[in-house]
Nanobody, 115 residues
């Protein structure tokens, strides 16, 4: 059974930081392209960051220089370090795993940036 479980969300003030985690099981983690997406209320889900099996990364323009995606193949886990958070970063953040054949989603974790 494939599971992607996000954690680390919460309420943070503007300018603050959070670190999201996505622990996976049931997949050959090291071969998957992993990604973080987010969906704000009333908006479409958007890609935040990706990391390949070789640890190449890519970011949405809106988070470049503030967010960092990383992976730990020994722990089958990816992370999203989010710094200098802004109110517009408020969303449900989802973990995604893709090997070009199968695609899996986590249940999401809420991030709220507000004073």
């Amino acid at each position: 059974q494939v599971q992607l479980v996000e954690s680390g969300g919460g309420l943070v003030q503007p300018g603050g930081s959070l670190r999201l985690s996505c622990a996976t099981s049931g997949i050959t983690f090291r071969i998957y392209v992993m990604a973080w997406y987010r969906q704000a209320p009333g908006k479409q889900r958007e890609l935040v960051a990706t990391i390949t099996s070789g640890s190449s990364t890519n970011y949405a323009d809106s988070v470049k220089g503030r967010f960092t995606i990383s992976r730990d193949n020994a722990k089958n886990t990816i992370y999203l370090q989010m710094n200098s958070l802004k109110p517009e970063d408020t969303a449900v953040y989802y973990c995604n795993a893709d090997n070009y054949v199968r695609n899996y989603w986590g249940q999401g974790t809420q991030v709220t940036v507000s004073s």
